[in-house]
């Protein structure tokens, strides 16, 4: 996977977002992007509507704005959206719909559009990405799990029906970061269903490793054809290097299906 020059990715998100791209910083500049600029919009939980309706207050400041130049993520302090995505000619800006939402289509809409319309006024050269999230863990005991009868093979289907659905026939929705499914196809091999620290956020680092690696793979179109020289501890062995990259290629073939 050879990438070249600057890339600036701003996420309209929450924990899942923070989850995505703990490690995204150096995975991007491990293959080969000189300069690479983060922002990710957090508000935990945080929904389409939610997201959509604080356009229209332009006078608060809701979210905390986490930044990353160089490999650190810092703490900006509290920031309103609209600020944000003016501060920089924006490369990607992903969107994704708070967990408990993503296989409920009946809550994308009108919210994502809102948000589409204002980043191509605002930044209309900006590639729209949607970042499908992954199912709770089968164990997990949630409230929030309960729309889908704490069934994780219920919420991965309900997910790719949303997206399916919402996404792929909406306007303005450049590419597709299938982490759901890249989660989904680890789970259903040798690394089993132990990639979230607490029944639905990612493990740390393995689950954040391998969602970093599908953004990476999303945003340069490259396939990724070796592990970034990435400093993991409890180090893969070549076996389970070879089935994780497997498993996110897979994700790309088919991001629909367990594969």
């Known amino acids: ?21 703990a490690y995204l910083c150096d995975i991007l500049k491990a293959v080969g992007y000189s300069d690479v600029t983060l922002g990710n919009l957090y508000i935990g939980g945080c929904s389409l509507e939610t997201h959509a309706k604080n356009l229209s207050a332009p006078g ?3 979210y905390v704005f986490y930044y990353c130049r160089g490999g650190e993520w810092e703490n900006s302090g509290e920031v309103n959206i609209r600020d944000v995505v003016n501060i920089h000619d924006w490369d990607v800006v992903t969107l994704q719909q708070a967990s408990h939402f993503s296989g409920m289509p009946e809550t994308f809409d009108p919210w994502l559009g809102i948000l589409k319309g204002y980043i191509k006024d605002r930044l209309p050269s900006a590639r729209i990405a ?32 949303a997206v399916r659905g919402r996404i792929m026939t909406a306007e303005d929705i450049d590419f597709i970061i299938p982490a759901g499914t890249a989660i989904q196809n680890m789970r259903s091999g040798s690394f089993g269903d132990i990639l979230t620290r607490d029944g639905f956020h990612l493990s740390v680092p393995l689950g954040r490793f391998a969602a970093g690696l599908v953004w990476a793979r999303a945003v340069s179109g490259n ?20 089935e994780l990259l497997e498993c996110i290629e897979n994700a790309f073939a088919s991001p629909f299906e367990v594969s």
């Open 1 to 21: 996977m050879k990438s070249s020059g600057s890339v600036k990715i701003l996420s309209v998100g929450n924990s899942f977002s923070v989850d995505a791209t």
């Open 60 to 62: 608060t400041k809701p």
């Open 130 to 161: 949607w970042h499908m999230t992954w199912a709770y863990q089968r164990d997990f005991t949630g409230s929030t799990f309960a729309g889908y009868g704490f069934d994780q093979d219920e919420m991965y289907r309900r997910i790719i029906g």
């Open 223 to 242: 396939r990724i054809n070796e592990l970034p020289p990435f400093p993991l501890p409890g180090a893969l062995s070549p076996e389970e290097g070879e």
